[in-house]
């Protein structure tokens, strides 16, 4: 078993100061005075106060929640263009992405039946 260096602390810290300078074994409050601290606590202050005024979201209530109205879309269309009710399901998002229609028209519609689907077939 080697024996610990009991130098080996002052050899690192020579090292660097070789290598990045001086200021890198600097202990961060050498430099620090009382006016800086003041200006840091007054720039801190001023940081907090602008966020506070822009984490504000106008909020909209939706079934009893209240939800930021900047992630309310609009534009969204939940009624299945083939039978034309309208639905909540998670189920249904990914068949009116990629079929436009919903699951349960999918089912009776489209399932097995995918090439005429997206050539343009509807049922009347």
Known sequence: ???KDPNYVIKLEKAIV?????EAVQHPQSDWSDEKEKQYIEDLKKLYASRREDETPDKVEINGVFVASKLIN???NRSCPV????SFKSNDDVYMTKFSCCEKC???WVEGREER????????
């Open 83 to 86: 039978c034309e009710t309208y």
């Open 106 to 108: 999918y089912i009776q």
């Open 1 to 3: 078993m080697k024996k």
């Open 74 to 76: 609009n534009d969204s």
């Open 18 to 22: 070789e290598k990045y300078g001086e």
């Open 117 to 124: 689907w997206k050539k343009g077939w509807r049922p009347e």
